[in-house]
């Protein structure tokens, strides 16, 4: 027995020259796996306390009130109502909570009528008390003041001025000021207004300025007041914008579903009103059903976009979609004021995120749509527009958290190539960290 422990002691102390390069290996093997494993959990704890930097747009708060929504009133919608003018009714009806789900959630109101409805929505939230809603309302003013191409010169200060006296009002006095700052920015470098506008504009802001102002910003605001003649050497550029979409093939079934769809909101309608509100079930079950498909066929829709033979074509695709999923947010948010697809409500962070990958889709046709330009003027201002166009659609909630920081340098390598071509943007855009929020605003040029 002593014989055979010993040799089993010996089989241990030595293995067999063929062997040991394996037992080498495999401690090897642990040894650096050890070593990965503290590193990763070296990275994890310093993860852990350095603050991310910020890198997308916040979403904007959810400010919808379903309870406040009248769902026959804003069913009509579904029932093949024009959005902009239902929009209108209900803000014109003081129906304060219909008319912001409306407008807030639709990317196809023009911005002129966004600002307008807007503004009239901040002085009755102003009115009720509702200070939050007031300063999103406002919030949604300024940015189409500083980032929609569609504003007329004048129009664009105006909107930025009342902006900044509705910010004021409801409490956000920071924000009133750089919004004030804003809108004399555009009066100074904007080409086209006469001396008198110019005059009008900063008359308006310089209230807010002097009373909230820096002292740098006073003497500012005093010295143009005193010469509002400035003659600058920019230029407004010219939107290309509606250049860039073409009708797309019908599709036969997806007309079909949504014609049934206007006739169940319409159902649904008639029952809410017969009944007070009280025995609708059948009625939202069969909404249900046929918003679900047609969910599936805008998907199908989506999905063969390739199949359809130009870029124009494509992009209006995509924005098809994009209104789409908008639609179905609001609908998740409670935006129509009864819970009408169960299945989207629990899910408003998978639709935004849906929404992101479709405007990041879109990108990719615009810019191939900015590389279809011969000319080297037209590419650079369509890039620049472009550029500007996914910081407006961030800013209003319609691309949920964008790369930013790409987005940033984009915009700046945008206006850098106009400003080598000789065609200086008058209203030349930046992110700026330090404003309240961060966003994007006017650069002062002067």
Excluded: C
């Excluded at 494993?37 to 916040?58: F, R």
């Excluded at 008319?99 to 600002?115: E, G, K, L, T």
């Excluded at 307008?116 to 189409?144: D, H, K, P």
């Excluded at 369509?382 to 996914?390: G, S």
């Amino acid at each position: 027995m002593k014989e055979m422990s010993y040799q089993l002691q010996e089989e241990r102390k030595t293995a067999p020259p063929r062997f040991r390069w394996l037992q080498l290996l495999l401690l090897f093997g642990f040894l650096f796996s050890l070593l990965i494993g503290l590193i990763a959990l070296a990275g994890l704890y310093l993860l852990d306390s350095i603050e991310p930097q910020q890198s997308s747009v916040n979403t904007p708060p959810a400010l919808i009130q379903p309870a406040q929504i009248p769902p026959h009133l804003a069913l009509l919608q579904l029932a093949g109502a024009d959005a902009e003018a239902l929009g209108r009714q209900a803000t014109s009806a003081r129906e304060r909570a219909l008319a912001y789900a409306i407008i807030q959630y639709d990317n196809q109101i023009a911005a002129p009528r966004r600002a307008a409805e807007m503004l009239r929505l901040g002085g009755q939230f102003l009115e009720a008390g509702e200070m939050t809603q007031a300063m999103a309302a406002y919030r949604v003013v300024r940015t189409v003041g500083i980032l929609s191409p569609e504003i007329p010169a004048l129009e664009r200060g105006q909107i930025l001025m009342r902006a900044a006296v509705g910010l004021l009002e409801s409490g956000a006095t920071q924000e009133a000021v750089e919004t004030a700052q804003q809108a004399q920015y555009v009066a100074i470098q904007l080409p086209g207004l006469l001396p008198a506008q110019r005059a009008e504009i900063l008359s308006s802001v310089a209230p807010i300025l002097r009373g909230h102002g820096s002292p740098e910003m006073i003497r500012q605001i005093d010295e143009l007041l005193r010469n509002p003649n400035l003659r600058l050497n920019r230029v407004m550029l010219i939107s290309q914008w509606s250049q860039l979409q073409e009708a797309a093939p019908v599709d036969p079934a997806l007309e079909e579903v949504a014609a049934r769809r206007q006739a169940a909101a319409q159902a649904l309608i008639d029952r809410l009103v017969a009944t007070r509100g009280q025995d609708y079930e059948m009625e939202r079950e069969a909404l249900r059903q046929i918003l679900l498909e047609e969910d599936q066929l805008h998907s199908v829709r989506y999905e063969r976009m390739n199949e359809v033979e130009t870029l124009g074509q494509q992009h209006t695709l995509i924005e098809e979609q994009r209104a789409w999923l908008l639609l179905k947010l609001r609908i998740a948010l409670g935006g129509f004021g009864v819970d009408l697809v169960p299945e989207w409500s629990g899910q408003p962070d998978a639709l935004r995120l849906s929404l992101n990958q479709v405007t990041a889709n879109l990108m990719i046709i615009l810019q191939a749509q900015i590389a279809a330009k011969s000319d080297e003027a037209e590419a650079a201002m369509l890039r620049a527009e472009v550029y500007r166009w996914l910081a407006y659609q961030s800013e209003l909630g319609f691309y949920p958290n964008p790369p930013m920081g790409e987005l940033a340098t984009q915009i700046d390598a945008a206006e850098a190539e106009l400003e080598r071509l000789n065609l200086p943007p008058a209203l030349p855009a930046f992110y700026d960290v330090n404003a309240t929020p961060p966003g994007f605003r006017i650069a002062r040029r002067y």
